[in-house]
């Protein structure tokens, strides 16, 4: 049985790059978090969340911090959601987000983190 683990699955048992190399199937994984983060916007949207108070923020919140659509801010959100660097929860018509601060700071272990 091929079990395939999600990208938030390998940065959080993945040793850092100056450790050992990475495996082509965890660099896949790890590849489609740092895409996500690649993005200007999604950059900003991530910090945007993230320094919130609360540690969360609605879409609502979001749509004046750019000169961008509100479909448009979703789309970047939606990528930033399904790459697991955001949780979502719906509250009427609005959508909630909250940044997965342990997964950030596992990529940043895999990233930056010191051979041991």
């Not at 009427?92 to 596992?106: K, M, P, S």
Request: with cysteine.
């Amino acid at each position: 049985m091929d079990l395939e683990l999600t990208p938030v699955q390998v940065v959080a048992c993945c040793s850092p790059l100056a450790r050992e190399p990475l495996s082509e199937e965890v660099a896949e994984q790890v590849s489609l978090m740092l895409k996500a983060l690649g993005d200007p916007v999604r950059l900003r949207l991530m910090s945007l969340v993230a320094s919130h108070e609360g540690g969360e923020a609605c879409v609502c919140d979001l749509n004046n911090a750019f000169d961008l659509s509100q479909p448009t801010i979703s789309h970047h959100l939606k990528i930033l959601h399904e790459s697991g660097l955001l949780e979502r929860e719906k509250r009427g018509v609005w959508a909630y987000y909250r940044a997965r601060t342990e997964v950030l700071e596992n990529l940043a272990g895999v990233i930056g983190g010191a051979a041991k």
